[in-house]
């Protein structure tokens, strides 16, 4: 075998660089995976926004549907008032039709805010899901620990004492005063 010193720095020298290389490995490891959460953090921004933005939409189009359906209702309510001031017609009758138009109305407004609330509603759902999804998404992304240089260091100190246990040889008693002992002699 070698010289049990060269072997010793050797097997120093052999953990320090793969410690060296462990930690490299988890920094690129670690680097890796943040850049890849902050693709993610931006992908899920981007969705988010995209989500809120149909919100509005759906707030848009839920505002024009009323504002229709006032229109309509103000033109009938014009027809029918029109129609029964030609006939000479007053009272209850009168009352009754335009109180059917702004029924009617009133209806027409709940069922736009029942589906815009529902579309709201469905609209957070999607929000929350995709929260999740790029969340969990984030979090199962691998994360390496770095080294601590001590059980390198313990590596190489078990090595190096196992090369000097074979490098030398284990003392013996002297054969000729063992005898002496072991069978009585003096």
């Not at 899920?44 to 009323?66: F, H, M, T």
């Not at 309509?72 to 009352?95: I, P, S, T, W």
């Not at 040889?169 to 063992?178: D, G």
């Amino acid at each position: 075998m070698c010289n049990p010193y060269a072997y010793a720095a050797l097997q120093f020298g052999q953990q320090y660089f793969q410690y060296q290389a462990d930690k490299a490995y988890a920094a690129d490891v670690n680097a890796k995976t943040q850049a890849a959460a902050v693709r993610t953090r931006d992908e899920a921004i981007y969705k988010d926004i995209s989500l809120q933005k149909k919100k509005g939409v759906e707030y848009d189009i839920s505002a024009a549907d009323k504002f229709k359906l006032s229109l309509e209702a103000k033109e009938k309510r014009g027809k029918v008032k029109v129609q029964l001031y030609e006939r000479g017609v007053q009272g209850n009758m009168f009352a009754t039709l335009i109180g059917d138009i702004d029924r009617s109305e009133g209806r027409g407004f709940n069922l736009i805010d029942e589906n815009y609330e529902n579309t709201i509603r469905s609209i957070e759902d999607h929000r929350l899901a995709w929260n999740r999804q790029f969340t969990n998404q984030i979090l199962s992304m691998p994360q390496k620990g770095y080294p601590s240089i001590g059980s390198y260091l313990l590596t190489a100190g078990v090595n190096s004492s196992a090369g000097f246990m074979t490098a030398t040889a284990p003392s013996t008693p002297n054969a000729s005063t063992q005898g002496h002992y072991l069978f009585g002699h003096t």
